[in-house]
T-cell receptor, first 116, second 111 residues
Framework: NAGVTQTPKFQVLKTGQSMTLQCAQD?????MYWYRQDPGMGLRLIYY???????DKGEVPNGYNVSRLNKREFSLRLESAAPSQTSVYFC???????????????FGPGTRLTVL | TQLLEQSPQFLSIQEGENLTVYCNSS?????LQWYRQEPGEGPVLLVT?????EVKKLKRLTFQFGDARKDSSLHITAAQPGDTGLYLC???????????FGAGTRLFVKA
């Protein structure tokens, strides 16, 4: 089992460029998430998908869009990158059920993005 | 936004020492988790606690959920260099779906 995979691992963009971060999981999880991690701020939720066919905004959605392509894949798109989007991006998946008692998430290795 | 505050933010200790890190909030959580993250990797789940007052042990690591389910602690006995990493607490509110993460405690254990 590969778990959660992310591509690319590193990326440098110029301000205004666009790109898509790819994420796939092979654990048959219903829920998938995109986070960004910045020094001193922990993990902040950008978007999540509770199940195939649904997506919802998290804490910091501005400047991003997502697509839940199928049960396995959840992509994050930056339409016009800005220096403030320089961060490490993590994709995660879980078997979470809304209203369930807990939510164990499995994370990918991250994408380190720099916007110049 | 109901925050999870972790303390200390940074801890550097010698191998063999004991330590405790804390995770506090003003709100009640239905469950609380601890993750460890190593440089260049994603966080990995260590434990989930769901009952107020619950204590769980994982080898030299002891996790406790506060009686009121607003706080948690992680105690490491006889720390080893392999314990070095970023320790994140994460909580979920009753009926909620999203997980809230603290900013983390960065631990460095010197040999």
């Amino acid at each position: 089992n590969a778990g959660v995979t992310q591509t690319p691992k590193f990326q440098v963009l110029k301000t205004g460029q666009s790109m898509t971060l790819q994420c796939a999981q092979d654990m048959n999880h219903n829920s998938m998430y995109w986070y960004r991690q910045d020094p001193g701020m922990g993990l902040r939720l950008i978007y999540y998908s509770a199940s195939e066919g649904t997506t919802d905004k998290g804490e910091v959605p501005n400047g991003y869009n997502v697509s839940r392509l199928n049960k396995r894949e959840f992509s994050l798109r930056l339409e016009s990158a800005a220096p403030s989007q320089t961060s490490v991006y993590f994709c995660a998946s879980s078997e979470a059920v809304a209203g369930g008692s807990y939510n164990e998430q499995f994370f990918g290795p991250g994408t380190r993005l720099t916007v110049l | 936004t109901q925050l999870l505050e972790q303390s200390p933010q940074f801890l550097s200790i010698q191998e063999g020492e004991n330590l405790t890190v804390y995770c506090n909030s003003s709100s009640v959580f239905s469950s609380l988790q601890w993750y460890r993250q190593e440089p260049g990797e994603g966080p990995v789940l260590l434990v989930t606690v769901v009952t107020g007052g619950e204590v769980k042990k994982l080898k030299r690591l002891t996790f406790q959920f506060g009686d009121a389910r607003k706080d948690s602690s992680l105690h490491i006995t006889a720390a080893q260099p392999g314990d070095t990493g970023l320790y994140l607490c994460a909580g979920r509110h009753t009926g909620g779906f999203k997980t809230i993460f603290g900013a983390g405690t960065r631990l460095f254990v010197k040999a």
